[in-house]
């Protein structure tokens, strides 16, 4: 079955700055790779997605990367806000398919 | 609207109780899934239902886990036995389109989830 890792566990930068989180898998039939955001004591939400057919897809201050032919894929969020703070995940799937594989999560802080 | 309500928000048991979880997805969401959160740990997948059936159980890590959806809509995760490594959020998430049917993969909302505390 599919294997996610994610890194770091957790990420401390100071307001203003860029972080970038970094997730691999292992299943190359995998074609689809969201990245949810869990604030403390709520629920994942969605913050960007990226399916295979494209190298990047940005959203404001958020990106995400994927290298199909190295596995990996990354979260780029520039600008970062105090109110960024929170758990990310990155989880990857096949298109058609049900099930999500998560990565362990990076604890992201931001620091006014 | 609505989004997906999960019932309850805590429960605690004791070790070998019965416990049922409850997930009211959003309206007209035909896929349901259940994962199990550990802490410090992403969501694992549990079960995926497509409307009344379950597609994929391959998640469930026994069979003192059982789930059902018997009308399409509301699921119950039910736990036989509970045991102490029980211990953890249960989520629930749904989206819309089924995915094994539509060839697409939707994006999946979750609930708030119910902790999980086995004693």
């Avoid at chain 1, 691999?24 to 790779?33: E, K, M, P, Q, V």
């Avoid at chain 2, 490594?85 to 819309?96: E, I, K, M, Q, R």
Wanted: glycine share 10%.
């Amino acid at each position: 079955g599919e294997n996610v890792e994610q890194h770091p566990s957790t990420l401390s930068v100071q307001e203003g700055d860029s972080a970038v989180i970094k997730c691999t898998y292992s299943d190359s039939a995998s074609n689809y790779f969201p990245w949810y955001k869990q604030e403390l004591g709520k629920r994942p939400q969605l913050i960007i997605d990226i399916r295979s057919n494209v190298g990047e897809k940005k959203d404001q201050r958020i990106a995400v990367t994927l290298n199909k032919t190295a596995k990996h894929f990354s979260l780029h969020i520039t600008e970062t806000q105090p109110e960024d703070s929170a758990v990310y995940f990155c989880a990857a799937s096949i298109l058609g398919y049900s099930t999500l594989t998560f990565g362990k999560g990076t604890m992201l802080l931001v620091s006014p | 609207g609505a989004g997906v309500s999960q019932t309850p928000s805590n429960k605690v048991t004791e070790k070998g109780k019965y416990v049922e979880l409850r997930c009211d997805p959003i309206s007209g969401h035909t896929a349901l899934y259940w994962y199990r959160q550990s802490l410090g740990q992403g969501p694992e997948f549990l079960i995926y239902f497509q409307g009344t059936g379950a597609a994929d159980d391959s998640g469930l890590p026994n069979d003192r886990f059982f789930a059902v959806r018997p009308e399409g809509s509301v699921s119950t995760l039910k736990i036989q036995r509970t045991e102490r490594g029980d211990s953890a959020v249960y989520l629930c998430a749904s989206s819309p389109i089924a995915p094994r049917t539509s060839g697409k993969y939707n994006e999946q909302f979750f609930g708030p989830g119910t902790r999980l505390t086995v004693l």
